[in-house]
């Protein structure tokens, strides 16, 4: 059920398309082996025209991973390396690359389906 956001440099998008980026962040999280069904696994993209990076202008590409509360270290170190992984294999012009898992509160999470969705 992770909610991926990727945030990025505008300029990344001349070397590598964004839905590239997103494949990568998608499959990474299946290669994770913690979640069963790819429809669970949101994934979405905003880019940045405007950014600093210490003194300079390095591309750069963070991805925040929403997580539902519950899961262990262990187990958010593995779903942030496997993604790292895949998006050092399809990003070369990105100075910085950073994966962060972040837990949202079970108790007062709430979601809707559309039963056409189902």
Same mark, same amino acid.
């Not at 398309?17 to 069904?37: K, R, V």
């Not at 895949?86 to 079970?106: G, L, S, W």
């Given at each position: 059920?992770?909610?991926?956001?990727?945030?990025?440099?505008?300029?990344?998008?001349?070397?590598?398309?964004?839905?590239?980026?997103?494949?990568?962040?998608?499959?990474?999280?299946?290669?994770?082996?913690?979640?069963?069904?790819?429809?669970?696994? +949101? %994934?979405?993209?905003?880019?940045?025209?405007?950014? !600093?990076?210490? @003194?300079?202008?390095? *591309?750069?590409?963070? $991805?925040?991973?929403?997580?539902?509360?519950?899961?262990?270290?262990?187990? +958010? %170190?593995?779903?942030?390396?496997?993604?790292?992984? !895949?998006?050092? @294999?399809?990003?070369? *012009?990105?100075?910085? $690359?950073?994966?962060?898992?972040?837990?949202?509160?079970?108790?007062?999470?709430?979601?809707?389906?559309?039963?056409?969705?189902?």
């Amino acid at each position: 059920m992770p909610h991926i956001v990727i945030e990025y440099a505008q300029d990344i998008v001349a070397e590598c398309p964004i839905s590239t980026l997103m494949e990568a962040a998608h499959q990474g999280a299946m290669d994770s082996g913690l979640f069963s069904n790819a429809y669970d696994i +949101k %994934t979405r993209a905003m880019a940045y025209a405007d950014y !600093r990076v210490g @003194h300079t202008q390095d *591309c750069f590409i963070h $991805i925040c991973i929403h997580l539902l509360s519950g899961r262990s270290d262990e187990q +958010k %170190t593995k779903l942030t390396h496997s993604i790292l992984k !895949r998006m050092q @294999h399809v990003v070369t *012009c990105a100075q910085v $690359i950073t994966v962060e898992a972040m837990d949202m509160n079970r108790a007062s999470y709430a979601k809707y389906v559309s039963a056409h969705t189902l």
